[in-house]
DNA sequence: TCTCCGCGTCTTTAGACAGCATGTC
DNA sequence: CTAAAGACGCGGAGA
């Protein structure tokens, strides 16, 4: 099949043409067979890199009217939105929480970007441009099984649904175990492959040797390891540098951050593929030790990549490997499931990691998305995942990662706080006024059909009554309705618990002598809800920020005996400490030097802060009072 | 007396979505 | 079902 008959414009099919794209892949005529080029509805379960956009492409644009493209991620929606962009004739817009797009203007576009955090916000809030959707295209689906975030798609999918009844649905998926179940959900044809443009051959180190799934073999040697040295990096720094010597561009993932650093100053040492102008470069993206270690390292052609790097440093990571000039990323997971990062090679050193009570095996649909990121299409004439084990881990990391599929979805919208969010919303947006109402709008999630036995109603009334507790919902006379603290909660997006925080929050400080009001009180409130997320509190500093609480404990709205848990309590007055310091002026080096944080948390917690803070002070306002440390706390956040 | 090494113990651990209203130029 | 590696500190041996 080819791109030429195909029902495009003329401009189209000479923009793809251009581009190198003739013929379909098979994923792709596939997906042409199953409809997504007439209205049809399909989710294609097919791997990273084999024509996932050109499937998307093809629905919205051949779609009658306008078409939405939800994404998890930021990242993710900026990427998509250059690329749909670059279409001849094709309009785009953006909307995410740190985008600021013109909201009144989103329904002009064909074609509006957007994470599903913002797509459901944009149905509570009765976005009119909702409605007049002819297509929405889902990235990533199998997101629906993510704990926290995964209720949030299924059911904004949900309510895409019933709010529009013909809406053609295109989800894509990663290769999981159930995507017929998901297809089913959708009432969607399913398209299922494993077909790749660039082959992947996977495969296991052990005793200098990586046996791929192919059948192949591959010899690396490796330097006779000292005392000192680590068997698994030692294995992983060769098979980096052989990848390179013969031209390729290699990924390391490895479990955590400092190991990835520790990574990349290990290879830097090689002197790989050296870079200087590029250190020059990032060395202007303004100066933390982290940047700096950064620079150094890139000068030899290595870089790193994890969530504690400011997302400037990230991006322009992210681009000098894209630009090849870059042999080397050692990366934690962010690089796997993000932007389209491709590499000759990935090496997974590691492949347990810490899950807050013990060490994991990390799930295989991940390790999978790492794998996928070899083999650049056009450029690599092949790609190669390697897992670095040893004799006694090589057939259990072939078995578990090699030959297993990935894990199937399965619903998370059960989830306490899942529950409670998304009852008020229902409510407070007006879509339902009863317990069977909102029962009715619960039967269209992931959920209800893969629990088809669960009766929802009964779910659904002992939230209810959580949430009467809380204030946010009122159910006299069988009629619900959300209180104006309800109503503020839900359209401020933020989670019935971290409303309720609030809450309480503004009544202790009524009760509180002015004085004692300060830029602390708004800050402990807002770092103590679910919303704002920990920051970590070593042994080390406990006692420092123990008596950082007393000598403070005036300004907070609990008091230290009541502060259950306290050391999440704790944890959150650090988190408090560190945004205040940052209101009166300390910068990002200081505070990541006296904290231990990276230089990307603090950007990340400011960010939360002012939209909690905001959240906060609309919140004042349903209490008909006023707290204007808030606001001022706030506007001391962003210089 | 200073330095360095070995060894036992302590510390730390991935990621990242989201809001708004009212008047004015 | 399930931890593991690096940093740190102390004591002793050697220069």
């Not at 000068?299 to 997302?311: E, I, Y």
């Not at 706080?417 to 947006?429: D, F, I, M």
Request: glycine residues 8%; negative net charge; charged residues 25%.
């Amino acid at each position: 099949m080819r791109v030429r008959d195909l029902p495009l414009s003329a401009a189209l099919v000479s923009h793809y043409e251009s581009n190198g794209i003739e013929e379909l892949y098979p994923p792709q005529a596939a997906a042409v067979e199953a409809g997504v080029a007439e209205g049809g509805r399909v989710v294609a379960a097919i791997p990273t890199a084999s024509g996932k956009t050109f499937i998307a492409e093809l629905a919205m644009l051949t779609a009658e009217g306008p078409a939405l493209y939800i994404v998890p991620l930021r990242a993710l929606a900026r990427e998509k939105y250059e690329t749909f962009d670059r279409l001849p004739g094709v309009s785009v817009g953006i909307s995410t929480g740190d985008f600021d797009a013109d909201e009144a203007e989103l329904g002009d576009h064909d074609i509006v970007v957007a994470t599903s955090e913002k797509v459901d916000s944009a149905i509570r809030n009765g976005a009119p441009w909702v409605e007049r959707l002819a297509c929405v295209v889902v990235d990533e689906v199998h997101l629906l099984g993510a704990p926290g975030r995964g209720p949030t798609l299924e059911v904004t999918l949900a309510t895409l649904q019933r709010r529009v009844p013909d809406l053609q649905l295109v989800a894509l998926s990663a290769t999981v175990d159930n995507p017929e179940v998901i297809a089913d959900w959708l009432d969607a044809a399913l398209v299922e492959s494993t077909w790749r443009p660039v082959s992947l051959r996977t495969g296991v180190y052990a005793d200098e040797t990586v046996e791929f799934d192919d059948g192949t073999d591959l010899d690396v040697v490796v330097p006779p390891t000292g005392p000192n040295d680590d068997e698994a990096t030692e294995a992983t720094v060769a098979l980096v540098e052989d990848a390179v010597e013969t031209g390729g561009q290699c990924l390391a993932f490895v479990r955590s951050r400092r190991e990835a650093e520790a990574l990349a100053d290990r290879l830097a040492g090689e002197d790989l593929s050296p870079a200087p102008a590029l250190g020059d470069e990032l060395d202007e993206l303004g100066g933390t030790a982290t940047g700096r270690q950064l620079s150094e390292c890139a000068r030899t052609g290595v870089g790193f990549h994890h969530a504690g790097l400011r997302s400037a440093h990230r991006v322009a990571v992210e681009n000098a490997f894209r630009d090849r000039r870059l042999a080397v990323i050692c990366a934690t997971p962010t690089l796997a499931a993000g932007v389209n990062v491709p590499a000759r090679r990935v090496v997974i050193r590691d492949q347990k990691r810490y899950t807050g009570d013990s060490m994991a095996w990390i799930p295989v649909l991940d390790v999978h998305q790492m794998c996928g990121r070899a083999g650049r299409p056009h450029l690599d004439p092949f790609g190669e995942a390697v897992l670095v084990g040893d004799a006694d881990t090589k057939a259990e990391l072939f078995d578990r990662y090699v030959t297993a599929d990935a894990e199937a979805v399965d619903s998370q919208f059960d989830d306490p706080e899942a529950l409670r969010t998304h009852v008020l919303s229902v409510v407070a947006s007006g879509f339902a006024d009863s317990l069977d109402g909102v029962a009715d709008v619960f039967s269209a999630t992931y959920y209800a059909h893969q629990n088809p036995s669960v009766d929802l109603a009964e779910l659904v009334a002992d939230v209810v009554s959580e949430l009467e507790a809380m204030e946010l919902l009122d159910a006299t006379g069988g009629t619900l309705s959300a209180t104006t603290l309800g109503a503020q909660t839900s359209r401020q997006y933020v989670s019935p618990t971290t409303g309720a925080r609030i809450v309480s929050g503004i009544r202790t400080i009524e009760t509180m002598a002015d004085e004692h009001v300060t830029a602390r009180t708004a800050l402990e409130i807002v770092c103590d809800t679910p919303d704002m997320h920990d920051t970590y509190l070593g042994n080390r500093e406990r006692a420092l920020m123990y008596q950082y609480a007393r000598s403070h404990a005036a300004e907070f709205t609990t008091a230290m005996h009541d502060a259950d848990p306290f050391e999440e309590w704790l944890t959150a007055v650090k988190t408090a400490r560190i945004l205040h310091e940052w209101t009166e002026g300390s910068d990002i080096e200081e505070l990541v030097e006296r904290y231990r944080i990276g230089p990307g948390d603090v950007e990340s917690r400011v960010e939360r802060a002012e939209w909690l803070l905001g959240a906060a002070d609309a919140l004042c306002a349903a209490l008909d009072t006023d707290v204007p440390e808030f606001r001022e706390v706030r506007a001391l956040l962003s210089p």
